[in-house]
């Protein structure tokens, strides 16, 4: 069993002989995190499975319901891989609007969701993906972070929600 690296206290990590996970703190900001969220007439089991859905429910509905139907996070993005050429045209241009109004429904209809962006108070959020340089901070750390700047953008308007 590893032991974790320079004394670190992060419980998610690899070595050669094991991979360690636990949830964090911060799981709610997640997009794979196990928060349901009703929006556009239906029900998403993660915002992930809302995210994919909305690439396809236009131009591939077979394939949006694939992913509605996807029983994990991880499965809505292997679909959504493997079907890329079907999402539709505009997506790069209403992706984040898109997720706007699913972490809004997260943040509305889930409780521990709204609690744990209270509490982050004034610290700047990050997604620290290691590999999505959009989203996250990417493999240079030089990212753009969007979903982070979209959780800080929906906790300046928390007293709204």
Same mark, same amino acid.
């Given at each position: 069993? =590893?032991?974790?690296?320079?004394g /670190?206290?992060? &419980?998610?990590?690899?070595?050669?002989?094991?991979?360690?996970? +636990? $949830? $964090?703190?911060?799981?709610?900001?997640?997009?794979? #995190?196990?928060? &349901?969220?009703?929006? %556009?007439?239906?029900? +998403?089991?993660?915002?992930?499975? =809302?995210?994919? %859905?909305?690439? +396809?429910?236009?131009?591939? !509905?077979?394939? /949006?319901?694939?992913?509605?139907?996807?029983?994990?996070?991880?499965? $809505?993005?292997?679909? #959504?891989?493997?079907?890329?050429? *079907?999402?539709? !045209?505009?997506?790069?241009?209403?992706?984040?609007?898109?997720?706007?109004?699913l972490? @809004?429904? *997260?943040?509305?209809?889930?409780?521990?969701?709204?609690?744990?962006?209270?509490a #982050?108070?004034?610290? $700047?959020?990050?997604?620290?993906?290691?590999?999505?340089? +959009?989203?996250?901070?990417?493999?240079? =750390?030089?990212?753009?972070?969007?979903?982070? &700047?979209?959780?800080?953008?929906?906790?300046? =308007?928390l @007293?709204?929600?």
């Amino acid at each position: 069993m =590893g032991m974790y690296p320079d004394g /670190a206290t992060n &419980r998610n990590f690899e070595d050669a002989e094991s991979a360690h996970f +636990f $949830t $964090t703190p911060y799981q709610p900001f997640d997009n794979w #995190s196990a928060h &349901r969220v009703k929006l %556009w007439g239906r029900e +998403f089991a993660t915002v992930e499975h =809302g995210y994919h %859905w909305r690439k +396809f429910s236009e131009t591939a !509905p077979d394939v /949006a319901e694939l992913v509605l139907e996807a029983p994990s996070a991880w499965a $809505t993005w292997q679909i #959504s891989r493997e079907h890329a050429k *079907k999402r539709r !045209p505009d997506w790069d241009e209403v992706k984040i609007g898109i997720m706007r109004e699913l972490l @809004v429904a *997260k943040l509305e209809q889930n409780e521990d969701v709204r609690e744990r962006l209270a509490a #982050s108070a004034h610290k $700047t959020i990050i997604e620290d993906s290691p590999w999505d340089s +959009f989203w996250g901070l990417g493999p240079k =750390g030089d990212g753009e972070n969007m979903m982070g &700047r979209l959780w800080m953008e929906l906790r300046e =308007g928390l @007293v709204n929600v």
